[in-house]
């Protein structure tokens, strides 16, 4: 069992860590937020008065942060993991992050002497609190090998994508697959009620059709033809629209830095970001539907 040092004790970070603690890691928490902490402190973490403290004497750091700036702060900022981590500790980031913050900050930690992988998930917070996460590993095949026993506390399939950033890019190359896919089967099911097409039907033939993949068969967008999906409970998340703009942006962004032209990636940026504006970002990214059927 390790001694892990886990900073971002958030929706995602705070079961994460606790399940660690559940499989018998002792863990060195830290958080800005102070609920945060305290919820960690109950679970049986020790809280760290700082990300270089948290990271001091660790075996291994894990952060689950918002996004690349605090992730790039966290590591490479004064005080913190790089500059107090103890010599031959492994770093795993499993935030969600653009693929050049993880690709810089995986380098810094090369160049000090540390391995790293970026490791981020899919599974949302219910596979958080079940610690049936999927993790997309990018990073050596020897910080691949001594990441996988720690993350497998956490998640029940964990995927080594290749060197660094390229956990991060298969995480958004998947996203951005499933917001137009989403966009795609809400848009059909918009037609079919205007055409007099039942949606059960609709679902009837598409699902046995070539029109037929994951956002129609296990997260139909309208209420009906598959109960478990969010559809049938007022869109309660699930995987939140907001979440799923910031991964299509990071698409976008990342689609602009390699010059790849991604004209539906792009629009479906653009129509999540309409979703958003109009005070849904707290609903299921499947809620488009209604946006696209003209009743928000
Ligand atoms: P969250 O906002 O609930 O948690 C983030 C935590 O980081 C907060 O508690 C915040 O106080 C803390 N934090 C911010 N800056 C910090 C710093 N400098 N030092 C220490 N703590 C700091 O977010 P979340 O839902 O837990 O998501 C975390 C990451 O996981 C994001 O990158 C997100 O995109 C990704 N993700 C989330 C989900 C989901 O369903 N929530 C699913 C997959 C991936």
Known sequence: MATIAFIGLGNMGGPMARNLLKAGHAVQAFDLSEAACAAARDAGATIAAGPGAAAAGAEVVITMLPAGKHVREVYTGEGGVIASAKPGSLFIDSSTVDVDSARAVAAAAEAAGFAMVDAPVSGGVGGAEAGTLTFMVGGTEDAFKRAEPILAAMGKAIVHTGGPGNGQAAKICNNMILGISMIGVSEAFALAEKLGLESQKLF????????????????????????????????????????????????????QSTGSPLPLGGEAAQLYTLFCNAGFGGKDFSGIVNMLRGQK
Do not use: H, I
């Not at 997260?219 to 009906?224: A, E, L, N, Q």
């Not at 699930?238 to 299509?248: N, R, S, V, W």
């Open 204 to 255: 009837d033939v598409a699902s046995k059709s070539s029109g037929q993949c994951w956002s129609l068969t296990s997260y139909c967008p309208v209420p009906g033809p598959v109960p478990t999906s969010p559809a049938n409970r007022d869109y309660q998340p699930g995987f939140a629209a907001a979440l799923m703009l910031k991964d299509l942006k990071l698409a976008v962004e990342a689609g």
